[in-house]
């Protein structure tokens, strides 16, 4: 009797766990125009492809209408072929990848992808009572918030949420989805500048909460196998996106949510910024000293003191300070001169003792109280009133700033503050309160800075540096940063984690104030070797408090030599670079990329963040703490690792210890790679030749073929490829006994012009001596290195042309 009672308990407690929601009743379905909706007793549940590995789920209480309106999603769903079956309580409706089952009783949602269930709803949809939201606002009023709940599996590993500075795997931590900066955070921050509503599961899966107010996720912090995505109203829209790899899952999300535009060339050189330049005699003497030293630079961003004397009290000025930028005109001409570019500083606040005030208040473009009166408050700049973005008038206004300075010179904004720093929930936005319009206030301010450029300059690429966004606001061409990092070794190890996790969410160009901004900490190794680290992060910025220099030419000389070394090495590596660009755009692909991308079935690397890919053929593996002279890397099985120092071919699939250097960080190349290189002295990335390269293969007895493609355009047109203004070059190796052939060709858009390219060849690894060189029908000569086991070769390539080199060699 005691047996079957336990047995009883245990059928009991499965029938629970099982059921979705035991209020929840199953009445009826049906399909029309590729919507399959699902009638239950107090709601509504729709689903909708938007591709074969994009499915859409909403559900709509009793009462409640149907919100349409998406922040993140642009795609439009496709006419997918759909397969449908109801067998016993189970009804299925699927595409070719994934499906959705609805079990009737007791009532469950789930999703299978190739026959293999990936998640379902625990309880679904359900409102509960207020939690206190004490990491999200100490004033937050709320009776009840509303929840999504997941089932996970046990040994599921949980990536997402934006930006945090946490380990790579985020199971066991409820994190609020709240844009807020958090001063000086080092290695452990639950809360910054850039959250986003996403789950990224290690069994391959992404769930984007199509949903602005601001809420939670809770990544099983109760340890009871649960995901619960919180927030206290809107839209009860879920997207489940799958695919192969990784890298299908990230390419499906941004076709989803919008790719990024390509940035303008210039966007991958060095920049001179601090906290900040005060004068126009400041700005251009700063520029006269990195070109006294040789030091490559691209431009030079000026924080608020450009329209103001004093931090506080100026904010809204928003037009240079005649005392200080006597005439701006002609310093922005004059930094062009030096091939420099410029970018200002901005806010969406404008101070009650702002030059602007009255006027903007006279135009109507503030935030309202709860009377209809412009809504003020104070805060650290002084009492402030908001732009209201999301209406017409205050977008306007606002747009109308930036296409002024655009006219005039201005080739970037960088928008700080953007959370909005502060933001109490009573002010009113045209489409809501601040609580329900927070968190894409960012994202929707980005949108507004690259119309205005555009419509400014309608041919050049917008650069925008914004410090909050959400989910989508990569297709604005957003390039935001990682907020006030403390310039500490703590601060430096928390960054590779964050760019790992936001290039995995969509936003490619997430990167650090190189050297570490918050602090007045003089440590040169630190410095260096956080510059080392810029080299293979997607935006190369040194910023900081100015109490000690952010930039290389007022360091020592030993560091300045050192981050001489470094920058030089990034703009070495432009055209390699500028090819992730264009991979991004074209595809998603991240900049910087986590090891498990390479080996999604090696659980071990999902909380691994020691090395990472830079692109597809680039392992790096930054040093992160003080005096090492050691360091363990691991090399990604499935190929060989070339070091770039002594082109020492390293075994993947093991961990090595490697030693340290201080000039660089551990870099290694994938055998069969080629590595396009600019020519070197360059001291800008104008100075860049696109008809000259030196090309690097990396020869291996392991690769027998190797194909290798790289984007050029002219590095400033808008929309170049849905212009057809580019030109594609293909690289392919193909090995016999005693034989090597090298294939280029070209694809070259019709609106592009083929060229004639001087190519510097070099490859490594050449075990034998050549014996006969042939470049199409022509005998070329080429230099043998027996002690480095190089062969050097130079080619003229006319690029409208295919070309072949014949290397046959000696027994």
Not at 412 to 434: I, K, M, N, R, Y
Not at 457 to 484: C, E, H
Not at 541 to 556: K, L, M, N, T
Not at 726 to 740: N, S, T
Request: hydrophobic residues 35%; glycine residues 8%; aromatic residues 14%.
């Amino acid at each position: 009797m005691k047996k079957l009672t336990v047995l009883f308990y245990a059928l009991l407690i499965s029938v629970f766990v099982s059921a979705q929601n035991p209020e929840r009743i199953y009445e009826s379905h049906s399909e029309e125009n590729g919507m399959f909706t699902v009638t239950t007793n107090n709601g509504v549940y729709q689903f909708q492809f938007y591709d074969a590995e994009i499915l859409e789920t909403t559900f709509i209480p009793d009462g409640e209408n149907v919100s349409s309106e998406s922040h993140a999603v642009i795609m439009k769903p496709k006419k997918v072929e759909t397969t449908y079956s109801y067998v016993g309580n189970d009804i299925t409706y699927g595409s070719e990848g994934i499906s959705v089952t609805i079990t009737t009783s007791p009532f469950k949602i789930s999703y299978t992808y190739d026959g293999d269930e990936i998640t379902s709803e625990k309880r679904g949809y359900f409102k509960s009572a207020h939690v206190p939201m004490d990491l999200v606002k100490d004033n937050i009023v709320a009776d009840e918030t509303e929840k999504i709940e997941f089932n996970l599996t046990e040994d599921e590993v949980l990536f997402g949420a934006g930006a945090r500075a946490l380990d790579m795997n985020r199971r066991g931590h409820r994190l609020p989805l709240f844009n807020r900066a958090h001063y000086g955070y080092q290695t452990d921050s639950k809360l910054m500048n850039y959250t986003m509503p996403i789950v990224l599961s290690s069994n391959k899966y992404l769930i984007h909460f199509d949903n602005a107010p601001i809420g939670y996720l809770d990544f099983d912090s109760k340890k009871d196998n649960t995901l619960t995505y919180e927030t206290i109203s809107g839209r009860k829209t879920y997207q489940i996106i799958v695919g192969q790899t990784w890298y299908d899952l990230v390419e499906n999300y941004t076709d989803l949510t919008g790719k990024q535009p390509m940035l303008p060339r210039w966007a991958l050189g060095n920049f001179s910024s601090r906290f900040g330049y005060h004068s126009q005699k400041e700005t251009v003497e700063t520029i006269k000293k990195f070109k006294e030293d040789s030091i490559a630079v691209d431009a030079i961003i000026l924080d608020l003191y450009w329209f103001g004397k004093e931090v506080k009290g100026t904010m809204g000025n928003l037009e240079f300070l005649k005392d200080s930028f006597p005439d701006p005109q002609q310093m922005i001409k004059e930094l062009r001169s030096k091939d420099v570019e410029t970018i200002l500083i901005t806010e969406p606040f404008i101070l009650t003792t702002s030059k602007r005030w009255n006027e903007a208040v006279a135009k109507d473009v503030l935030a309202k109280d709860s009377i209809g009166k412009p809504a003020t408050y104070d805060f650290y700049f002084g009492n402030t009133g908001i732009v209201d973005i999301y209406y017409e008038k205050g977008n306007s206004w606002f747009k109308n700033i930036y296409k002024g300075l655009s006219n005039n010179g201005v080739r970037g904004f960088w928008g700080d503050l953007g959370e909005p720093e502060v933001h109490p929930g009573w002010v009113q936005h045209a489409t809501g309160s601040a609580d329900e319009v927070h968190n894409t206030y960012g994202h929707d301010w980005a949108k507004l800075v690259y119309e205005a450029s555009v419509e400014a300059q309608p041919n050049k690429r917008p650069f925008i540096l914004m410090r909050a966004g959400y989910s989508g606001s990569q297709r604005y061409g957003m390039v935001p940063w990682t907020g006030d990092v403390s310039r500490s070794w703590g601060g430096l190890q928390a960054q590779p984690k964050i760019s790992l996790q936001m290039g995995m969410q969509g936003i490619a160009y997430m990167h650090s104030d190189l050297g570490g901004f918050a602090g007045a900490n003089l440590d040169d190794e630190l410095y260096v070797r956080w510059l080392q680290y810029g080299v293979f992060q997607p935006i190369y910025r040194p910023h900081a408090q100015e109490d000690v220099a952010s930039e290389p030419v007022f360091r020592s000389d030993k560091a300045k030599r050192l981050a001489k070394y470094a920058i030089e090495m990034r703009y070495r590596m432009l055209p390699y670079n500028y090819n992730l660009m264009a991979q991004n755009h074209m595809e998603g692909t991240p900049l910087m990329r986590p090891l498990f991308f390479e080996e999604s079935d090696n659980p071990e690397l999902f909380g691994y963040s020691e090395a990472y890919l830079w692109g597809n053929d680039v392992l790096v593996s930054p040093v992160l703490e003080a005096g090492k002279k050691k360091q363990d890397v691991y090399f990604p099985k499935g190929s060989y690792w070339f070091n770039i120092e002594n082109n020492e071919a390293i075994k993947g699939g093991q961990t090595k210890t490697v030693e340290l250097h201080e000039a660089y960080i551990p870099t290694y190349i994938r055998a069969g790679a080629f590595m396009p290189l600019a020519q070197s002295s360059m001291q800008s990335t104008k100075d860049y030749d696109p008809n000259y390269m030196q090309l690097q293969y990396y020869n291996h007895e392991s690769v027998m073929e190797s194909e290798r493609e790289f984007y050029f355009d002219d590095g400033e047109t808008l929309n170049p490829i849905e212009k057809e203004q580019y030109q594609i070059l293909e690289f392919e190796v193909e090995k016999g006994k005693r034989c090597m052939e090298i294939e280029f060709e070209a694809e070259t858009a019709k609106n592009y012009k083929a060229e004639t390219k001087t190519i510097e060849l070099t490859l490594h690894n050449i075990l034998k001596v050549p014996k006969r060189i042939k470049f199409g029908k022509e005998k070329i000569e080429g230099k043998y290195n027996e002690k480095y086991k190089t062969l050097m070769l130079k080619i003229v390539w006319d690029t409208s042309e295919e070309k072949e080199i014949k290397i046959k060699f000696k027994k």
